[in-house]
């Protein structure tokens, strides 16, 4: 699962190296408004880009309201990159009991300059959970469950 989609970079490269046929959740607004590498998200591109990926589904829309459209008892693994700690952690309280032993959670953003609150909001979080958080030196975080 990748919350937080924007163009499917990331997913894309997860979908060729790993070769799943396992469901992949894909949620993003993808509503035009916002930018990624300086051209708008078009939702008409994402559908195409990943209308070869038969396991894939597109929850296109805001969090928290997309969640529901996830239709899975169990997580192995989420990508959260979603530039802000209230969706971030919407998503996270949703899906953790989804989450099986051992599941992997990337947070993109944890380490990085300018997303402190993220930081402190996942910080709580995983002393709530008492789980680690690794940073990675790539300025992410790294969750096991």
């Known amino acids: 699962m990748e919350c937080g989609t924007a163009k499917g970079f990331c997913a894309k490269t997860i979908l060729e190296y790993t070769k799943t046929k396992k469901k992949f959740f894909l949620l993003d607004k993808w509503d035009g408004l916002e930018k ?38 169990k997580i192995a693994f989420i990508h959260m990159d979603l530039n802000s700690a209230e969706p971030e952690m919407a998503a996270i309280n949703y899906f953790w009991d989804k989450l099986v032993p051992n599941a992997i959670i990337v947070l993109d953003d944890y380490g990085h300059p300018g997303f402190e609150e993220q930081r402190y909001a996942w910080d709580r979080f995983a002393q709530e959970k008492n789980v680690n958080i690794l940073c990675l030196p790539t300025g992410q975080g790294l969750i096991l469950k």
């Open 36 to 73: 990624y590498c300086d051209r708008y998200v078009d939702f008409a591109e994402i559908e195409e880009t990943f209308s070869r990926y038969p396991n894939v589904n597109l929850a296109k829309g805001t969090i928290p309201e997309t969640l529901k459209h996830v239709n899975t008892d």
